[in-house]
């Protein structure tokens, strides 16, 4: 029982992440019918600056090498406030990866590569300021919480319980945003049909900003949850989580919300199930697992079908 | 300039016409990284493994380089046969996900598979050729007859349906094209051409391992394609040399040449939506002769 228990915990905070990640990429895909590649260098950024804001040291290699800010902020405060800078980096890849492709015209599909090209200098230009090497979050920074906590018998560790709480925080928030705010209707009247949204009087680019701004916030919270839990692996540590991220997104359906929350569960907790002496194989079970989906249910568990149009 | 440089654009431009045939079919399938690394785990194992193959020259035999590829395009080729036939239900975006999803499950097994030695990968796999330049000769050769393919593929009947689907599916399948089967043709023509390459890079890189085939790899040789163009078999020929060559020519900038590589990557298609080569380019270039009638044909067209 206790390690049911311990197996759901584990599966569950990992999901959290990937979920946090898929909804990123899934707010953008609803406006723009694209997916973002620069979004997994916009997660690490996240991780970086909330190392930063912590009064984390930058190592001897980049050209900030020997940079510390002069305060060190608590954990709580320093996770928001890298969110709103991923959300500012976010802003600034739509600026120039994206809104010169709508304002001429030109294919969606082009998207992928100039995104792609963002998250190239992104991910570069962390290597080049701060160096290569990997840097932790110390759990010290939680002040007094303990590092682990007992529930029915599974130990279990305090950043879990809290990847789990500020991640259902989050999703609870987006939600109710979406449904119940005016820009939030707006959102869902633009991944509609863009052009008949602009015709009833909502400023589509501006609605588009606000997508890629709460998407950017979303992956620098979760870049700052995982440099917590695990570590910040280095400037390409999001690549691979911005990988899975597109699994879970497909797996729930492309423009779903709900979609990319249970699809983040699904897989956190598939990886969590597999045993520790083939965990070598954990990615290509969620591989695996999206790819069965994809062939019974091509839409994604929770998306709309897509219609053949003449 | 550097032979082994040489080696690898050509390397780069035979990986670009594998993405390339599926998307000139309007197929945006990432599986190349897979097959490619299929290609390349065939001859390093067989290379390594199999000692009637090595010969007795001091240099191993190129029919055996040549055996390997047979081999490796016989086996990509059967299995994008059958995974062609389910993933290409998919469309768009789905297509390129699950594409993306079986070279994730690929690259995971050959990691932890002993018989293709994790993590490490094989290593001392024999030379054909003593130095870049005999690799890139070769490659060149490949690379042309792979073109001529090409090119011939896209004046005939299953390339001309290819360009029909890719502008609309609907309507080709109305006007009697067997819309699975051209797709599925590309999709193993893809395959093959990706495992035949990594026969060659396997060679020429001297050690494989699975890191070879990853996500990165689908990305990056997608940009030769978009970047070179995507309606003639130049363009992914143009993007996958130049760029290939560009981190390396780049190196005088030092620290900032991934920054510029993605700088250019990120600009290009916004002043070269369809790609730097396009059929339009060859018809400003053609001599004008006979100009009164070639003036008179675009009248009518207009």
């Known amino acids: 029982m206790e390690g049911l228990l311990q197996l759901l915990f584990n599966g569950l905070s990992v999901g959290a992440v990937y979920a946090l990640f898929a909804l990123g990429y899934t707010l953008v895909f609803s406006v723009l019918g694209v997916i973002n590649f620069a979004h997994g260098a916009i997660f690490t950024m996240g991780a970086y600056f909330t190392y930063l804001l912590i009064g984390g040291a930058v190592g001897a290699n980049g050209l900030l090498a020997g940079l510390q800010f002069p305060f060190a902020l608590p954990f709580w405060l320093a996770l928001p406030l890298a969110g709103i800078a991923a959300a500012a980096v976010a802003l600034v890849v739509e600026r120039i990866a994206f809104r010169p492709l709508r304002d001429r015209g030109s294919d969606p599909l082009l998207a992928l590569i100039t995104s792609l090209g963002a998250g190239v200098i992104l991910v570069n230009l962390i290597q080049l300021l701060v160096g290569a090497e990997s840097y932790s979050i110390p759990v010290g920074t939680l002040g007094s919480l303990p590092a682990a906590l007992s529930i029915a018998g599974a130990k279990v560790r305090t950043v879990q319980v809290m990847l789990l709480a500020i991640s259902g925080l989050l999703l609870a928030a987006l939600s109710i945003w979406i449904n119940g705010s005016r820009s939030g209707k707006a959102l869902q009247a633009v991944s509609e049909d863009p052009v008949t949204a602009q015709l009833l009087g909502i400023n589509s680019a501006r609605v588009i900003q606000i997508a890629f701004g709460i998407s950017g916030f979303l992956a620098g919270m979760a870049g700052g949850l995982v440099g917590l839990s695990i570590s910040i692996a280095g400037p390409y540590f999001g690549i691979g989580y911005g990988l899975k991220g597109l699994g879970v997104l497909v797996l729930g359906g492309l423009g779903s919300v709900p979609g990319a929350v249970l699809g983040g569960l699904i897989i956190g907790l598939a990886e969590a199930c597999v045993p520790a002496d083939l965990s070598g194989y954990k990615d290509a079970v969620s591989f695996g697992f999206l790819f069965l989906v994809l062939l019974v249910r091509p839409q994604g568990l929770l998306g709309r079908p897509q219609a053949n149009k003449v | ?302």
């Open chain 2, 1 to 302: 300039m550097d032979a082994g440089l040489l080696e690898q654009m050509l390397l780069g431009a035979l990986l670009g016409l594998s993405v390339y045939l599926p998307l000139r079919c309007g197929q945006l399938s990432l599986a190349t990284p897979g097959f490619f690394a299929i290609g390349g785990t065939v001859a390093a194992l067989l290379s390594t493994r199999v000692p009637a193959l090595a010969g007795s020259g001091s240099t191993y035999p190129i029919t055996s380089v040549l055996l390997e590829m047979a081999l490796a395009a016989l086996l990509t080729g059967v299995l994008a046969l059958g995974l062609g036939r389910v993933v290409l239900r998919l469309r768009g975006i789905y297509l390129a996900i699950a594409t993306i999803a079986l070279v994730e499950i690929l690259r995971v097994v050959t990691l932890n598979l002993e018989f293709t030695g994790g993590a490490l990968g094989i290593f001392g796999i024999p030379q054909p050729f003593n130095s870049a330049a005999g690799y890139a000769a070769f490659t060149l050769a490949l690379l042309a007859l792979i073109c001529w393919l090409c090119d011939r593929l896209e004046k005939t009947r299953p390339g001309r349906a290819m360009a029909a689907i890719r502008d609309d599916e609907l309507a080709a399948a109305s006007q009697g094209i067997n819309t699975a089967d051209t797709k599925l043709l590309a999709f193993v023509l893809s395959a093959l051409v990706a495992g035949i390459t990594g026969v060659v890079a396997a060679h020429f890189l001297n050690s494989w391992n699975a890191k070879l085939g990853n996500f990165d790899a689908s990305i990056t040789t997608l940009a030769f394609v978009v970047f070179g163009g995507s309606r003639t078999w130049l363009g992914p020929v143009f993007g996958g040399l130049l760029l290939t060559a560009l981190p390396e020519l780049l190196r005088p900038v030092g620290d900032l040449r991934l920054i510029v590589f993605g700088a250019v990557i990120l600009v290009g298609p916004l002043f070269f939506p369809q790609g730097v080569i396009t059929p339009e380019l060859f018809k400003w270039f053609k001599p004008r002769i006979g100009g009164i009638t070639t003036a008179a044909a675009q009248g009518v067209k207009q």
